[in-house]
């Protein structure tokens, strides 16, 4: 006997059959005759894939249960089928029971019939839709659930609320976890019958590794059914659970912030055994957890150097990302990379490309604020040692995967630094200047957010604002860092205790980061001894000798912009920061805007360095209120109103 050629025969046949179970006086031989012969066409059709006999193999249905499968699917898709149900019963919806009446002549029905529908049968459970559900399964409507429909119809996949069905095809896999990857294809040989937790951070590569190991992947987000009605919470997990089995695929969800959709779905897939994997971030998620599988946290110069080859075959050697990443991260920078690239007209990925990337992309920042990196390390005016301690720690940035490379013992790549120095003296500048230099976005850290009155509370912010800047890629600032980073007290009070906890954590967290963490302070004899230790550099920033700020006011006050000569060697007698003598120079262009000029004078700039130097109460400097006062008096004098004094 001839098989089918497609699926689309094997369906007509079937329709064929319950339109003579349907007549009036079916003749039971001649539906029985039918029905043998579409099972030998089946066996017959040899390497065409049939929806039918796969239905029935994957849920492993008896012969009773495949033919009210496809009583309910010959209903569904023929309209003169229900015209006759409708005028036998005068109801909308057929029943179980009329199906069971229907396939009578060929698979009678028997006492254990409905004991057999009330348990855990595949048919009510998953292929039947749960709408109208009844206490007693013969009244329960004979309607395909939207997957099964979909699947026996045309082989596809139905639209179901909350999952996408994920298949290993196209999927780059890079072989980095051999081990983890073993475990997982250990756990789906064997029956995987425990609940997986795949434990990493996201964007490690779980859902590509459950790919690999399984094939395919029912991946389900339980939250998104959160604002659903609890019958079509019900009838979406079932769907679930019913496409993983027709896809021969585990199910793959996140817990959702509430846990019961997903707890639900994890029930539910454990019950008709379809194999259930849980992705978690943290140890502190696991839920009487059987079969974990960990990830590491981030990759190691080797490994990232491996996926970034691997997404960006033509590159520089030095244009791979830097710092802590995830297998994500570096995917979202190589595709961001190329792009850049080729708007260039380039192929080949530099370095520059790289950079431009990372400041591109990024995820949501907690308790930070991002700053744009505008400055330069060569645009600062500072002492030679400044600037050579600056110039080091960004080559120990660059080189940091390098170490342990070279037999240094336990290095990471992560580079710590503490600016300190009286205020207004360019520490947060420079930190903008490193960031800048290393093509990285600044985040500096909102004190006022991360610290909290609540036992535990400092720790989380701490944590949440530590994954920003390793999701964002960012030079982490910590401005006035020693409200943070202060000396462990005496314990004396459940208080003491508490700040000494967080203290001790900030000093964890800081020593395994693996970016550029920055610390700028006042005082810094107020940090902790024990984070001293753990500090890569102490830069101090001191106030400009004289040649320093003669070189400031030339930069904030070109000869071709000023009105008239400048003394900048007797402005540079002033003894002010750099903020400081900005916020002179900044008063001055006030003025003369304000008189309408296109620069300002000498007089603008003496009477804004005056009351600059009246916050502190210093003096002008005796040039510059001379050159000033001899300015000025004249024009007053002939106006014959005195001498003007500033």
Request: proline share 6%; glycine share 8%; net charge neutral.
């Amino acid at each position: 006997m001839d098989g089918y050629e497609n699926n689309a025969q094997c369906i007509w046949d079937y329709l064929v059959l319950f339109r003579s179970l349907s007549a009036e006086e079916a003749d039971a031989g001649q539906c029985r005759e039918q029905w043998h012969m579409i099972l030998a066409r089946e066996q017959s059709s040899g390497s065409v894939r049939l929806a039918p006999p796969s239905l029935r193999l994957q849920f492993r249905l008896g012969e009773r249960d495949f033919l009210l499968a496809m009583a309910a699917l010959a209903l569904e898709i023929d309209g003169g089928l229900r015209q006759i149900f409708r005028g036998k019963y005068a109801l909308s919806l057929p029943t179980v029971e009329y199906g069971l009446q229907l396939i009578s002549p060929i698979c009678p029905g028997s006492c254990e019939t409905p004991a057999d529908l009330a348990g855990q049968n595949p048919l009510c459970g998953l292929l039947l839709t749960a709408a109208a559900l009844t206490a007693y399964p013969l009244e329960r409507p004979l309607i395909l659930c939207r997957t099964a429909l979909a699947f026996l119809t045309g082989l596809s996949m139905a639209e179901i609320p909350g999952c996408t069905p994920l298949t290993e095809a196209g999927e780059t896999w890079i072989p980095l976890f051999q081990d983890a990857l073993a475990q997982v294809k250990e756990w789906r040989a064997w029956g995987a019958g425990n609940t997986l937790y795949l434990c990493a951070p996201g964007g490690s590569g779980r859902k590509t590794l459950l790919r690999r190991a399984c094939g395919n992947v029912v991946w389900a987000v339980p939250a998104d059914l959160s604002h659903y009605a609890l019958p079509d919470q019900e009838q979406a997990l079932r769907e679930m659970a019913a496409l993983a089995i027709l896809m021969d695929a585990p199910v793959c969800a996140s817990p959702d912030p509430e846990d019961s959709i997903f707890r639900r779905l994890e029930g539910l897939c454990r019950r008709y055994g379809v194999p259930f994997a849980a992705l978690v971030e943290e140890d502190g998620a696991l839920q009487v957890a059987k079969e974990v599988v960990r990830l590491p946290r981030q990759l190691s110069p080797g490994q990232r150097q491996a996926v970034w080859d691997a997404f960006v075959p033509s590159g520089d050697p030095e244009a791979a990302p830097l710092g802590a990443a995830s297998i994500g991260t570096v995917r979202e920078t190589a595709l961001l990379a190329r792009r850049i690239a080729a708007s260039c007209g380039r192929q080949r990925v530099t370095q520059a490309d790289t950079r431009q990337a990372m400041l591109r992309r990024g995820g949501a920042l907690s308790f930070g604020v991002r700053y744009e990196t505008g400055a330069a390390l060569e645009d600062m005016v500072l002492p030679r040692p400044v600037a050579e301690q600056l110039e080091t720690i960004c080559q120990a940035a660059l080189c940091g995967g390098r170490l342990a490379d070279w037999g240094l013992p336990r290095q990471r790549e992560g580079v710590t630094a503490v600016f300190h120095g009286p205020s207004g003296t360019g520490k947060t500048l420079a930190a903008s200047a490193i960031a800048h230099k290393l093509g990285m976005p600044l985040l500096r850290t909102d004190l006022s957010l991360v610290m909290d009155k609540y036992v535990g509370e400092t720790e989380k912010h701490l944590g949440r604002l530590f994954r920003s800047a390793r999701e964002n890629h960012c030079v982490l600032l910590f401005d006035e860092a020693d409200s943070l980073f202060g000396k462990r007290a005496q314990v004396s009070s459940g208080n003491d205790r508490y700040a000494n906890l967080s203290t001790s954590y900030l000093l964890q967290e800081i020593e395994q980061y693996d970016g550029v963490a920055i610390l700028s302070t006042n005082l810094l004899s107020n940090f902790d001894e024990a984070f001293l230790r753990r500090l890569h550099y102490i830069v101090r920033f001191g106030l400009p000798d004289a040649g320093l700020r003669e070189i400031l006011w030339r930069r904030m006050l070109p000869p071709e912009r000023c009105g008239e000569e400048i003394p900048y060697a007797q402005l540079a007698q002033a003894e002010l920061s750099p903020a400081r003598i900005v916020s002179a120079v900044r008063g001055a262009y006030v003025a003369a805007s304000a008189a309408g000029r296109q620069g300002p004078r000498l007089s603008d700039i003496g009477k804004s360095l005056k009351w600059e130097l009246e916050k502190s109460s210093k003096p002008l400097p005796h040039g510059i209120a001379e050159r000033i006062g001899g300015n000025e008096h004249e024009p007053a004098k002939e106006a014959g109103k005195g001498t003007v004094r500033l």
